[in-house]
């Protein structure tokens, strides 16, 4: 909760919006919450709520606020299942994976929220691990069938991708975190692991204390 809520607040500061991801609603809700009662920002205007349970109208306006380069909105807290799959989420360049699960493709659609078409800026990824938890043990599972799909599916497309990254971007945001003593105590391990696709994603794998 405190990396969650730190982070959406230098990435406001930056002019940068935030997606927050969850399979789970009482995560999403109670980090909202505390955010709103932290930050005194309001539900509807700068944080918007998402989950399955949201009728096609009330899901349309928040993905067009989102979206909106003029809109006030400064963070969306969304159900993994319900926002996995055929919506563009492109105005915001941040993404935050509160859990983990079994199948990769999953979260895979999540990311792919953001990386979409009308996509302008480097897309960073933050994925929260529990160590000490079955948590570590799903990742490294999750990394395995990864390695496994690249491994057989890999196509000379992929190759030409690579090739287009001339370099991998720094996440300043994450920089200034790891650099306040007031969250170290959070941080059990942060590995970089730069993805190599069109949208330039960044993605950091961030274990944290129990």
């Known amino acids: 909760?405190?990396?969650?809520?730190?982070?959406?607040?230098?990435?406001?500061?930056?002019?940068?919006?935030?997606?927050?991801?969850?399979?789970?609603?009482?995560?999403l809700r109670f980090i909202m919450q505390q955010l709103i009662d932290q930050l005194k920002w309001r539900e509807g205007i700068?944080?918007?709520?998402m989950d399955g349970?949201?009728?096609?109208?009330?899901?349309?306006?928040?993905?067009?606020?989102?979206?909106?380069p003029s809109s006030k909105v400064k963070?969306?807290?969304?159900?993994?299942?319900a926002c996995s799959e055929g919506i563009n989420l492109s105005g915001a360049s941040r993404v935050v994976l509160?859990?983990?699960?079994?199948?990769?493709?999953?979260?895979?659609?999540a990311i792919s929220r953001a990386c979409r078409l009308g996509q302008k800026k480097?897309?960073?990824?933050?994925?929260?691990?529990?160590s000490g938890t079955l948590?570590?043990?799903?990742?490294?599972?999750?990394?395995?069938?990864?390695?496994?799909?690249?491994?057989?599916?890999?196509?000379q497309d992929r190759k030409r991708n690579k090739s287009r990254i001339s370099s991998v971007f720094k996440d300043k945001v994450l920089e200034g975190?790891?650099?306040?003593?007031?969250?170290?105590?959070?941080f059990e391990n942060v590995i970089h692991q730069p993805k190599e696709s069109n949208a330039f994603s960044n993605f950091n794998y961030v274990e944290h204390k129990q």
């Open 177 to 186: 975190m790891l650099d306040n003593k007031m969250l170290n105590d959070i």
């Open 135 to 155: 948590e570590v043990e799903k990742y490294a599972q999750q990394t395995n069938k990864d390695r496994l799909s690249d491994l057989v599916f890999s196509s």
């Open 53 to 68: 349970k949201r009728d096609e109208k009330n899901r349309q306006s928040s993905i067009s606020s989102l979206n909106d």
């Open 98 to 109: 509160l859990d983990v699960v079994w199948n990769p493709a999953v979260e895979r659609q």
């Open 1 to 27: 909760m405190k990396f969650a809520i730190e982070l959406i607040r230098l990435c406001d500061a930056s002019h940068e919006k935030v997606l927050v991801f969850s399979v789970f609603i009482h995560p």
């Open 75 to 81: 963070v969306l807290f969304a159900s993994t299942k």
């Open 46 to 49: 700068e944080v918007l709520y």
């Open 122 to 130: 480097s897309v960073y990824v933050y994925h929260f691990i529990t």
